[in-house]
């Protein structure tokens, strides 16, 4: 993706930048004060993200280099980062209004509300842009609209309900009609019930039900209820020594048109114990059983494989790193439709089984205010998952067709100077060896390349976050991708290099108002070829000049 989306996130947390919004208070009492400062953190590092800013986020796609150590501690992964000062959560209530105007008429509005009462808090937004597109056919329109409803029903127990709502209707750029469009609409609901049995050891329980309906126009209504819960058990042996029991159940139902298409059951096993020695080792070690049953495909896989990752602290600011996780990935309705503009659906997929998955590296830290990490990784797939456009017409579908292995280089470099002045970029090597590759006949397709599509090798992202004395916010963002092709067949598929640069000021008037001026694609590069890569929420389809004002209520 290009842009940090302002709407359709339908992860926890992910619905509101409103301060007050933090982390549940389940978590144990010794970890909650470190807690609340690596969420404070996280903002920072987001840059704070407001209506109209469209700073880079790690690139969407199927690939190794996303991948982060599963086993490590989220809080002490965070403690590499440069050190934020704490912010106090703030509670009351929130109004936040935006409207802006641009090139091409271009519309931007937004509205988010939030309130936090004794024990609950809740939030709701509505997002709206349109524009008629620099050049012909290149007109979008997307609205969007969430709520969330969290509730401390005890000290140990949370209810969270949260849904959300999006509908596009966007332009695609055809080879050989004059015209075409793309158009769909979802609605996600979410319940979540976690039980917290021991604050002190986190050892707890969680159920959930999720109903997401898609509808894609001609392919027809697509529904998908999910039923997952989750049992957390912990087991201190000692003050650095830990067992942990992480068992995950689930299963899907899919429907078309009220026709029950597939259930799908699956879930996940882990058992880990976490080791320290001293402050300078620590490893987890352990076993994890995954499996996946698709009863109308029909299709079952499993998986059991030793898992770890150590940490070597080899100097005061010098930690290595290994980890190995071999597991699968299951298809996510959610993931793979829901939240990609430019999808048909195929109910067909299957797990994707990650056979091999290895990755080591150093993260330094240069004083308070830079953390520089450097890491090599290695992973085998099998029934890769992939985007393929084989028609060209910018209309991609999933395809599950070969496997293939991964390797390369991915380095990250962090600057953080009080807030004041926030620098990160990242580049990332990957290179791929084809192992094999199937057509729905069976056997291998002739005449074809050997590359997978929508996977460039080399990807490169920037972002520079300047607040000036004089209240002037400056947020610029870059991304960097070199070429890809969107099939297999021929030289004639071949996208070039593309280079992405957009820039934000917004200038503080008041405690309450705030002015904005947003250029996008502003490098002018043929940005309407549609790549997974930087399929993004927003608009995309020219280069835009927007301004606007907002206002906090």
């Known amino acids: 993706m290009l842009a940090q989306p302002m709407q359709r996130r339908f992860g926890w947390g992910a619905f509101s930048e409103l301060p007050f919004l933090t982390l549940s208070r389940v978590l144990p009492a010794s970890l909650w004060e470190e807690a609340s400062r690596i969420s404070a953190g996280r903002r920072v590092f987001k840059l704070r993200f407001r209506p109209g800013k469209v700073r880079g986020q790690s690139l969407?796609?199927?690939?190794?280099?996303?991948?982060?150590?599963?086993?490590?501690?989220?809080?002490?992964?965070?403690?590499?980062?440069?050190?934020?000062?704490?912010?106090?959560p703030q509670t009351g209530i929130v109004v936040e209004v935006e409207s802006g105007y641009g090139l091409y008429d271009t519309f931007v509005g937004r509205v988010q509300h939030g309130t936090q009462f004794k024990g609950a808090h809740y939030s709701m937004q509505g997002h709206w842009e349109k524009?008629?597109?620099?050049?012909?056919?290149?007109?979008?329109?997307?609205?969007?609209?969430?709520?969330?409803?969290?509730w401390d029903i005890s000290k140990t127990t949370i209810l969270a309900l949260h849904s959300s709502y999006f509908q596009s209707q966007i332009d695609l750029p055809q080879f050989v009609e004059d015209s075409s469009h793309h158009q769909k609409s979802a609605i996600e609901i979410i319940?979540?019930?976690?039980?917290?049995?021991?604050?002190?050891?986190?050892?707890?329980?969680?159920?959930?039900?999720?109903?997401?309906?898609?509808?894609?126009?001609?392919?027809g209504t697509f529904e998908m209820n999910r039923y997952r819960s989750q049992v957390v058990l912990n087991q201190l042996w000692s003050r650095k020594n830990t067992l942990r029991l992480d068992v995950t159940g689930a299963w899907d139902e899919l429907w078309r048109e009220g026709e029950?298409?597939?259930?799908?059951?699956?879930?996940?096993?882990?058992l880990i114990n976490s080791f320290a020695m001293r402050d300078n080792f620590a490893v987890e070690t352990g076993v994890v059983f995954e499996y996946y049953h698709a009863e109308d495909l029909p299709y079952t896989g499993n998986i059991i494989a030793p898992i770890f990752t150590t940490r070597f602290r080899l100097l005061p600011d010098t930690t290595l790193y290994t980890t190995y996780h071999p597991r699968l990935q299951f298809p996510d309705f959610v993931e793979l439709y829901i939240r990609k503009i430019y999808t048909t659906?195929?109910?067909?997929?299957?797990?994707?089984?990650?056979?091999?998955?290895?990755?080591?590296?150093?993260?330094?830290?240069?004083?308070?205010?830079?953390?520089?990490?450097?890491?090599?990784?290695?992973?085998e797939r099998e029934d890769l998952i992939l985007q393929i456009d084989d028609n060209t017409d910018n209309l991609l579908e999933y395809i599950q067709a070969g496997s293939s292995r991964f390797m390369g280089v991915k380095t990250n470099l962090q600057m953080n100077f009080a807030e004041q002045f926030v620098q990160t970029i990242s580049y990332t090597y990957t290179d791929y060896d084809l192992l094999s590759w199937e057509s729905e006949m069976g056997v291998a397709e002739a005449g074809q390349r050997d590359v997978l599509p929508y996977f460039p090798h080399h990807q490169v992202q920037a972002s520079l976050y300047w607040l000036t004395p004089l209240g002037l916010a400056i947020d610029c963002s870059g991304t960097y991708v070199s070429e890809q092709f969107r099939n297999r067949r021929s030289e004639h598929q071949r996208i070039g290099k593309r280079f992405f640069v957009h820039v934000t000021l917004t200038q503080k008037l008041t405690d309450t108002v705030q002015i904005f001026f947003l250029g996008r694609n502003l490098t002018g590069t043929d940005t309407y070829d549609i790549i997974p890569l930087l399929d993004s929420e927003e608009i995309t389809s020219s280069r835009l000049f927007i301004a606007g004002l907002r206002l906090r209520l």
């Open 260 to 270: 029950r298409l597939d259930t799908r059951y699956y879930g996940t096993a882990s």
């Open 60 to 88: 969407g796609v199927t690939a190794v280099h996303k991948e982060s150590p599963p086993l490590s501690s989220a809080l002490n992964r965070w403690k590499l980062l440069p050190r934020e000062r704490r912010n106090k």
């Open 131 to 150: 524009t008629e597109g620099e050049g012909a056919n290149q007109e979008e329109e997307n609205i969007a609209a969430s709520a969330r409803v969290d």
């Open 191 to 219: 319940a979540d019930l976690r039980v917290n049995f021991d604050p002190e050891t986190d050892t707890n329980f969680l159920v959930s039900g999720e109903q997401a309906i898609f509808d894609a126009g001609t392919p």
């Open 345 to 379: 659906v195929n109910p067909d997929l299957h797990a994707e089984t990650v056979r091999h998955y290895l990755e080591s590296g150093l993260t330094q830290r240069l004083g308070d205010a830079v953390s520089l990490n450097l890491g090599l990784f290695y992973q």
